[in-house]
């Protein structure tokens, strides 16, 4: 294919045979005249080099014995080290990108080069001619010299010229970070004009720093003293490099720098530099930068041998954190991936963004309902499942408090059906994705979760299967959270609703609950309950003036917030053990056991039987049966509306 077709897709032409030996014939005569450019260039350097050694050697103009040493041995010495030279390839290192390396490929060729001479002169020739002070002068003055002209290279390509000659304006910034991500933006500042930028300080955590320099910068204080170094050196923009702050360092920096005009923007992490998800450029704060905490580690290896070559089925497969769990388990190497959902459109869009991610796994998905027992065994009997993880359920909680019935059929049935059918076939581990709802809970939602842990707690004492529950709290930015909810608010131009400026709330990233989910199915024990850090609950009103602040409007004058009272079955902060729990270390960081005496085997299932024969009555019997299963739970509000009995 002939270059224009590569460059335009759109375009086809005939291009004959000998076009790509042609192309070839073309590289190979560029290449030739690099060679003989360099050559033209470095044979009367290295000769003023060779001269400036014996000049240096003898203080002064060469005697007639200095200079017919000189000019016996000029010829053969300086071909030598070109030579040399070339073979290194040091011809190559010139303009911006000169690096260390290109340093070190330069010491290289002028010490092999000086090894050669000192080899020729003393061991090839009947009478050394060079003083061995020469050698050392010669190879001292190559490294200088020539590192000097690429050195000067670079600084001159860095130089934004057209900027200094237009009197363009740049805008004073400061970078926080002394790290590789903050070097990484400084240099990508200097070499690319069209940012705008004029780097006047780094910003660090450590104070030990201050007074040091990067790339010619120096470090001017620390994070605590941003806003005063920033009013000190005129600085309007603050470039954050990487992973620097944490979340509350970020939503303090936040409410700082707003008071003082001054405009904060994200540099990427290396991670994603280095995968080439996105280029590096500054960015905007993102409501992600504000729960920011320490990446999640894994044991790869401890995952890898309880995934790999096995078939894993997902349930919820469309949901967030269905969706999320499928995209992470695809970065190990199961056999096959089983995606249900009866969400079509959800499961289409998921399918196309899976499907060739990974050509080696077999991408199996389903259409179903978990509470269609007969579809899901007609899925287990083909799939043959070694896995499965439980994460369909319903999740808003003011819903399932007017529909109370809907909510056990939903969450206890689909759960005891999909383990009972799990035991049947004889699948490996079964993994209940749990929420914080179910602790000490005070909503039908929470209590149904918890009778769903309970369940698969009981199945554990004489089970082949591995039944283990996750809990975790809220995941931000996920399908119908507050921030979606907040957000069209905003962009509605308010009021921003909040039920009370006290609510405090755990929040996690999707992706992060995803690989903590995976890691905790890794290492917990059967009938375990192990419950993912959350880090420092958020209050729900500092996250709301956050995202407005983040639209560029301010609270009050431009959006409103509006407090609306507690809705039906929410409590004013979220707890993530039960009352008689403790919590118990695992060898993951991040994950705990809940530790607590199982459930009675026997009285559970049938407790659970008796709350599914109600879930077609009035609302009040099954709540009434949900408060004799969890004796912790205390509705905080009465059911707005009946439910229709259920059908037969």
Known sequence: MSRASHDNPSRFSVVPSGAESGAGATGIMRQWRRLAWCTAMLLPVFAAIYYLSFWLRFEGPLGPVEARWFSTTIGWVVLLKLAVFLAFRVYRSWGRFVTFYDLVALVQAATVSMLLTVL?????????????????????????????????????????????????????????????????????????????????????????????????????G???????????????????????????????????????AVHVKILPSLEQLISGRIAVRPRDVSINDLLRREPVRLDL??????????????????????????????????????????????????????TGQTPDVELDVQIADVLDKKRMRQILNVSRADIIFHAAAYKHVPLMEDHPGEAVKNIVLA???LADLALEHGVESFVLISTDKAVNPTSVMGTCKRVAELYVQSLSESSSCRFVTVRFGNVLDSAGSVVQVFRRQISRGGPV?????????????????????????????????????????????????????????????????????????????????????????????????ADRTHPDPAAIPLAIEQLLRLAGDRPELVVEQLQRIVPEYVRSHPPRQSEPPMAA
């Open 222 to 260: 620390a994070i605590d003293r941003i806003c005063q170094l920033a009013e000190r050196y005129g600085v309007r923009e603050l470039l954050i490099a990487g992973d620097e702050l944490t979340g509350r360092q970020m939503r303090t920096l936040l409410e700082q720098t707003r008071q003082h």
């Open 301 to 354: 290896e401890n995952i890898r041998q309880w995934i790999d070559n096995r078939t894993l089925l997902v349930t919820g497969s469309a949901g967030s954190i269905g969706a999320e769990i499928c995209r992470q388990l695809l970065h190990f190497s199961p056999k096959r991936l089983v995606l249900v959902d009866r969400w079509e459109t959800g499961q289409f869009f998921l399918q196309r963004e899976l």
């Open 120 to 220: 020729v002169d003393r061991f090839f020739l009947s009478t050394p001619s060079i003083p061995r002070s020469v050698y050392l002068l010669d190879w001292g003055t190559t490294i200088v010299m020539i590192g000097g002209v690429q050195a000067a290279s670079r600084i001159v390509r860095e130089r934004n010229w057209t900027s200094l000659l237009s009197g363009t304006t740049k805008v004073p910034a400061l970078i926080v970070g002394v790290n590789d991500a903050g070097e990484s933006l400084l240099r990508s500042i200097q070499r690319n004009g069209r940012l705008r930028y004029d780097v006047v300080g780094f910003i660090d955590r450590d104070a030990r720093r201050i007074g040091t320099c990067i790339g010619g910068v120096p470090v001017v």
């Open 415 to 417: 759960t005891r059906q």
């Open 497 to 593: 609703t909040v039920t009370d400026p006290r609510i405090e709330r755990y929040f996690m990233t999707i992706p992060e609950a995803a690989r903590l989910v995976i890691q905790a199915g890794a290492i917990a024990a059967a009938g375990e309950i192990l419950v993912l850090d959350m880090g420092e609950p958020v209050r729900i009103v500092d996250l709301a003036a956050d995202m407005i602040r983040l639209s560029g409007l301010e609270v009050g004058r431009d959006v409103e917030i509006e407090f609306t009272g507690l809705r039906p079955g929410e409590k004013l902060t979220e707890e993530l053990y039960v009352r008689g729990e403790t919590h118990l270390p695992t060898r993951h960081p991040k994950i705990t056991v």
